[in-house]
């Protein structure tokens, strides 16, 4: 087994959601380069997967603080 990471993750700047399969905890983050682009992707995957907003990051801290 792997040693488990010691360094906190660096989101790259860009625009995040989160896709899980529908009841699952964990999911996958996906970044786009646009909010335009963010919001389409969330939309062609609403209904098939669990789709969270996160929102903007730049420089490793989010813009828009992502709902808890």
Known sequence: MARPRTKPVKFKNGFYIEVRNKGSK??????????????????????????????????????NKPES
């Open 26 to 63: 964990t999911g996958i983050k996906l970044r786009k380069e646009t909010k335009e682009e963010m919001i389409q992707a969330a939309k062609d995957l609403e209904g098939i997967k669990d789709v969270i907003i996160y929102g903007e990051s730049k420089n490793g801290k989010w813009v």
